[in-house]
């Protein structure tokens, strides 16, 4: 995790604003779409230079032109990178890709509980198992900070 946050700009031309999987997006290519939230999406990314497989965070197109969403993003991310608890994904890299603001995280493999919901209701073993383990710790710990 980094100690301080890095911004980069990245006004090039050829910075897409599509983000597709196999598009290059400063120095990530995108492998494939993880999920896509209210007001965002995430991908699998891969440093073209270090070879590390990411997750890359970026607001969908009709919040990008927002200012205020682009400034709870930021927070966001300033915020996560502040963080460091072996339960919340570490945030590797922030950068400007032309008016959209992208954050490089670390990324958590598995299964969202939405994807084990759609696949069948969640036992109650395993709900119970997710309510109580350290991610529900991080998540007060960092509640505590808004």
């Known amino acids: 995790m980094l100690s301080l946050l890095e911004i980069h700009v990245c006004r090039a031309t050829g910075c897409p604003m599509s983000f597709r999987v196999g598009e290059t997006v400063g120095p990530y290519r995108i492998v494939s779409l993880l999920g896509t939230g209210g007001v965002g999406r995430v991908f699998k990314v891969k440093h073209t230079v270090t ?7 970026v607001l969908l197109q009709d919040y990008t032109a927002s200012s205020d969403q682009t400034k709870r993003f930021r927070r966001e991310i300033q915020l996560q990178a ?6 919340i994904a570490s945030v590797h890299n922030a950068l ?4 959209t603001l992208v954050m ?3 990324l958590v493999p598995g299964d969202s509980l939405g994807r084990l919901h759609q696949e069948g209701q969640v036992p109650l073993r395993v709900g119970l198992d997710y309510h109580y383990c350290p991610v529900n710790d991080s998540l007060t710990g960092g509640n505590r900070l808004f």
């Open 51 to 57: 070879g590390r497989v990411e997750a890359m965070k």
């Open 82 to 87: 502040s963080l460091q608890h072996p339960n």
């Open 96 to 99: 400007w890709v032309e008016d």
């Open 104 to 106: 490089i995280m670390e």
